[in-house]
């Protein structure tokens, strides 16, 4: 029985071996596919990581798309109030282009009219400016005879004086 006993437990400590062997076998291939599985854990975490990331920026460009669609639909109706102002000014100006070119056109006929009415009072004017130059040269002329008539009779009281000294004169020198 000793023999069957050692081969009992040979047979024990083989059979013990090759549990273990077994086991060690398995728990490889478990670690194999838990490796396996963490990479796709960790792959699926990246991808969940970058979709998430992604999802942040693409809703934070959303929020500056919204804002500048807003200050863009701010930006149109500002300028369709600014477009129908514009559009009353033009008709307000234009209805004072027509006002302004009317009173052109009179203002045109009221200047042709004046033109008309200078240039027949310049004509009179020369006119009156020969007259005034033929009664200045008559002036002038009377002058001068007045001139030399009172130079002439000025000649006349000199020579008369001179003849009163004379007199004067012999009156006052003793007589012979």
Known sequence: MKNFQQ???LVLALALCGLCAWQ???QT???DII???NGLVYDRDVTIRDATNSIAVLNHQLAQM???LTSVKADAATNAQSVVSQKAEIARLRVANLSLT???TQYQQAVDTLETKLKDAYADLENQNGAITNLVAQ???LAARFNNEVKDRNDIVAKYNELVNQIQKQGNSPKP
């Open 7 to 9: 081969n009992l437990l």
């Open 24 to 26: 060690w076998h398995g």
């Open 29 to 31: 291939q478990q670690r």
């Open 35 to 37: 490796a396996t599985l």
């Open 66 to 68: 919204d804002a500048s």
């Open 102 to 104: 009317n009173e052109i």
């Open 139 to 141: 002036r002038d002329d």
